[in-house]
């Protein structure tokens, strides 16, 4: 038996790969009520605000950090627009195209710029814990979110920052 799961990241992963970015940290880990507020408190008040949060604590997350130069724009290109419909469209090899399932559910999240990633990456990675030490380079955070739909599993997304 081989989990969709599996599958898609794995597919997710190598187009991380391919784009040139290197994974320097990777984690599983879900997030708690507390963290997705933080890193979506830029949408708080939004009518979707409360859909997302809850995405997002579903499940463990695959969370990563990317690094490469102009990370943040290169990610965020990768990732295609927020809404899948568009992305099909407009951006057709981008992640969300190929793998999400809607727009709260939409494969992958990314941070809106650098200050963003490094709070998020502090926030999941602690740089008091015993190799969570990060290196020098421009980095993006993101995070692969994992749910159960019954007989299934896919990848919603999310993104560790604003859209």
């Known amino acids: ?43 708080e008040g939004k009518p979707f605000f ?6 997002m604590t579903e499940g463990p997350s695959v969370i990563m950090v990317l690094t490469k130069e ?7 290109q990768l990732m295609g627009p927020t809404d899948p419909e568009v992305a099909k469209e407009t951006s057709p090899e981008s992640i969300r195209a190929q793998f999400a399932q809607d727009i709260l559910s939409n494969a992958v999240h990314g941070s809106s710029d650098r200050e963003h990633a490094l709070s998020s990456i502090e926030c999941i990675f602690d740089p008091d814990k015993t190799g969570n030490e990060l ?11 994992q749910q159960a739909k019954g007989p299934e599993t896919s990848i919603p997304a999310t993104q560790l920052r604003q859209d």
């Open 1 to 43: 038996i081989i989990s969709l799961l599996a599958i898609l990241l794995d597919d997710i992963m190598q187009k991380v790969k391919d784009a040139g970015f290197v994974i320097s940290k990777i984690k599983e880990e879900a997030l708690t009520r507390e963290m997705a507020i933080q890193f979506y408190k830029d949408h």
């Open 50 to 55: 409360n859909q997302l949060v809850t995405c």
């Open 70 to 76: 102009n990370a943040v724009e290169d990610w965020r």
């Open 135 to 145: 290196g020098p380079g421009p980095i993006q955070g993101f995070s692969l979110e």
